[in-house]
């Protein structure tokens, strides 16, 4: 053992990162550049994404080492990119246009969806009737006895004749919908809920009213 000075000398590692850290200003140095760059920048993680695209990125290995590989930038595919493009065309279309006119041309270029309503079925409709419609809560069915508005007890058998000209399912789906529009006797108009075009689905009032139907 070679002894310096009374201590015995030790030969000392190689440390790959502390080469990085003091060879980075060299490093980050490419391209013709005469100042270093900051290896955080855009520039010079643009120029390191030139090098990987070139396959010459051998002496960033060492910058990649201590802030980690730059990230390409992403790009879209053929769908998403036409996709994109007409979103921008139509946005750029309407820009010029402004209220109704703006409302008309987005309903114009959004794809149409027929509703197709099935026939009601009165199984559902009775679900409903006790359930989200809250029917039965004011609407009695069996007894004839009046809770907050009318009995419902036979009301397949007399909606046809409340009203001159009116089919039994069309009256019901007026009662629902808009049932201040005809207040049988002894009621008060604004006591039924306005909201049931908004609460239930067109294909749950078709339910209730094939459910009112079989009230004979």
């Given amino acids: 053992m070679r002894i310096h000075h009374g201590y015995p000398?030790?030969?000392r590692k190689f440390s790959p990162m502390l080469a990085a850290l003091a060879f980075l200003p060299l490093l980050v140095a490419c391209a013709g550049q005469?100042?270093?760059?900051?290896?955080?920048?855009?520039?010079?993680?643009?120029?390191?994404?030139?090098?990987?695209?070139?396959?010459?990125?051998?002496?960033?290995?060492?910058?990649?080492?201590?802030?980690?590989?730059?990230?390409?930038?992403?790009?879209?595919?053929?769908?998403?990119?036409?996709?994109?493009?007409?979103?921008?065309?139509?946005l750029t279309a309407?820009?010029?246009?402004?209220g109704n006119s703006q409302a008309l041309a987005a309903t114009a270029a959004a794809p149409v969806v027929e509703a197709t309503l099935r026939p009601g079925d009165p199984v559902k409709g009775q679900q409903v009737f006790t359930g989200p419609g809250g029917c039965f809560a004011?609407?009695?069915?069996?007894?004839?006895?009046t809770i907050v508005g009318p009995s419902l007890?036979?009301?397949?058998?007399?909606?046809?004749?409340?009203?001159?000209?009116?089919?039994?399912?069309?009256?019901?789906?007026?009662?629902?919908?808009?049932?201040?529009?005809?207040?049988?006797n002894g009621f008060s108009a604004g006591i039924m809920p306005q909201s049931f075009s908004k609460s239930l689905s067109a294909q749950q009032i078709e339910d209730v009213v094939a459910y009112l139907e079989t009230l004979k």
């Fill in 34 to 90: 005469q100042t270093a760059l900051d290896p955080k920048s855009e520039e010079a993680t643009s120029i390191a994404i030139a090098q990987v695209n070139n396959n010459a990125h051998s002496d960033f290995v060492l910058i990649w080492q201590v802030f980690g590989t730059p990230t390409l930038t992403p790009t879209l595919d053929a769908y998403h990119a036409s996709i994109r493009a007409t979103n921008e065309a139509q």
């Fill in 153 to 184: 007890k036979g009301v397949a058998s007399r909606a046809g004749g409340r009203e001159p000209g009116k089919s039994a399912d069309d009256y019901l789906h007026e009662s629902i919908l808009t049932p201040n529009a005809y207040v049988v």
């Fill in 9 to 11: 000398s030790r030969r």
């Fill in 138 to 145: 004011c609407h009695d069915t069996s007894t004839g006895n």
């Fill in 94 to 98: 309407t820009a010029g246009l402004s």
